[in-house]
């Protein structure tokens, strides 16, 4: 299985820095990308068409950061899967901390997201993680289970193939703050159980990455742990030089 490092550049960039950082993440990836990774890169809607192609040539692959769950109608403001596949996406990220936290979005809202996206042949990148307060309150399994449970329960097994986990633990998100190795893997091996138990026997080829202050310097040591197959860089990732240190890390 493939390594998936995925960067998130979150509403950040006007379109002519995100066509300089692309291009000169293109110019750096450009037969450079190892067989055992893959890149993928979620700008904001308004870039996405531009970035497809220089993206596409340097074999990264794009994503948006959020989708709605319905294939068109009177959804103001909202974006379809057939509308980001029409423009290049073949991932999108779903039930991001920050719009579970900052936007509100609940549960069923992740999971009607998460369900139509893969039914729709989008990849889903589901982010799940637990605040400072519910792991110092012991939550954090609890959190976790209610997480995965509510949004991949009864998926059918044909689209768990194009599912990608993400565990960010919401304190280290843009904090500078990096769990411990040790706090990676535990956490790790609780979603692969949780998945397990969710998804059967198709849980073995759903990836788990790691995302939080992910950073060019420690990169190469998280990448390194059996339970992390990929990580979710934010704040890293924008700028092109750091993103392809960690994509080389
Ligand atoms: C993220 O946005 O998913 C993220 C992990 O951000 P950062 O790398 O900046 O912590």
């Not at 450009?30 to 993206?55: D, K, N, T, W, Y």
């Not at 979005?105 to 009607?112: K, N, R, V, Y």
């Not at 411990?180 to 535990?186: F, K, P, Q, R, Y």
Request: net charge negative; with cysteine; hydrophobic share 50%.
């Amino acid at each position: 299985m493939a390594q998936l490092i995925a960067a998130n550049w979150k509403m950040y960039k006007t379109m002519a820095e995100a066509t300089a950082t692309a291009t000169a993440l293109a110019e750096r990836l450009q037969g450079r990308i190892p067989s055992h990774r893959e890149v993928l890169v979620c700008p904001v809607f308004v870039h996405l068409a531009a970035l497809a192609p220089i993206l596409r040539d340097a074999g990264i692959a794009l994503g948006a950061q959020d989708v709605y769950p319905a294939d068109e109608g009177a959804f103001t403001g909202e974006v379809s899967p057939k509308q980001l596949q029409d423009v290049g996406c073949t991932h999108v990220l779903v039930g991001h901390s920050e719009r579970r936290h900052i936007l509100g979005e609940a549960d069923a809202l992740i999971a009607a997201k998460t369900r139509v996206a893969l039914e729709r042949g989008l990849a889903v990148v589901l982010c799940i993680g637990e605040t400072l307060t519910e792991r110092r309150s012991l939550q954090l399994e609890a959190v976790l289970f209610r997480q995965v449970s509510s949004a991949l329960t009864d998926l059918p097994a044909a689209v768990t193939e194009r599912l990608i986990v993400a565990y960010e633990p919401v304190w280290a998100i843009g904090t500078g703050e990096v769990a411990t190795l040790e706090d990676i893997d535990a956490a790790h091996g609780l979603v692969r159980r949780m998945l397990r138990d969710c998804l059967g026997a198709s849980a073995a080829a759903v990836r788990i990455l790691y995302g939080g202050s992910v950073k060019p310097d420690n990169a190469g040591a998280i990448l390194q742990l059996d339970t992390v197959d990929g990580v979710l860089v934010g704040g890293a990732s924008l700028d092109a030089e750091s993103f392809a240190r960690i994509v080389l890390a």
